[in-house]
């Protein structure tokens, strides 16, 4: 089964909105990762979060990880049309079998 | 430094066959994975590499076989070909999982 599970699905906000994205996982991690997709294209990168840490910005983006309810969020404030994407997050184990694992991803449209 | 390259970018066999797609990095990265992605499904771990002469099996690895005789190359093997292992496959490398990885351009494969 997948380690990361993204909360909502679909997510359809007017531009100049904040979108908040939700990603709970179920083992203990080293660290988590926040991607993006634009439609046909391959994976970008947005933000790394590691376990001690809680809070992380970037930009637009600020990220947040709760490690005692497994969850992470990611928020992306005055959002524009342009950050219409697929939004995963990826989480990597801790342990001898370290892994890297990806959520279903959540589909942002941001309408002009 | 070319990053990660695979080859081919699309490719369509026909149930039965069998094909090797090509994944190679110039970084030196010890670590190595293979993904695929279904509409619907985000990433899932096909099988992984963290040096070479050592791989695992990750998520979904039944149809797929993986070397790595090389820190360089990473090679994913389909021995025989079913409709099922239609999907967009992703390589990445990194150098360790405390670092992102950066992942390939991606093969678009179609089973008929």
């Known amino acids: 089964s997948q380690q990361g599970e993204e909360d909502p699905q679909a997510l359809s906000i007017q531009e100049g909105e904040n979108a908040t994205m939700n990603c709970s996982y179920k083992t203990s991690i080293n660290n988590l990762q926040w991607y993006r997709q634009n439609s046909g294209r391959g994976l970008v990168h947005l933000i790394l979060i590691r376990s001690n840490e809680r809070e992380k910005h970037s930009g637009r983006l600020r990220v947040t990880l709760d490690t005692s309810k497994k969850s992470s969020s990611l928020l992306i404030t005055a959002s524009r049309a342009a950050d219409t994407a697929s939004y995963f997050c990826a989480s990597i184990n801790t342990g001898a079998n370290s892994k890297l694992t990806f959520g279903k991803g959540i589909t942002l449209s941001v309408r002009p | 430094n070319a990053g990660v390259t695979q080859t081919p970018k699309f490719q369509v066999l026909k149930t039965g066959q069998s094909m090797t797609l090509q994944c190679a990095q110039d970084?030196?990265?010890?670590?190595m994975s293979w993904y695929r992605q279904d509409p619907g499904m985000g990433l899932r771990l096909i099988h992984y590499?963290?040096?070479?002469?050592?791989?695992d099996q990750g998520e979904v690895p039944n149809g797929y076989n993986v070397s790595r005789s090389t820190t360089e190359d990473f090679p994913l093997r389909l021995l025989s070909a079913a409709p099922s292992q239609t999907s967009v496959y992703f390589c990445a490398s990194t150098l360790d999982l405390a670092h992102l990885p950066l992942f390939g351009p991606g093969t678009r494969l179609t089973v008929t």
């Open positions: 970084m030196n990265h010890e670590y």
């Open positions: 590499s963290v040096g070479a002469g050592i791989t």
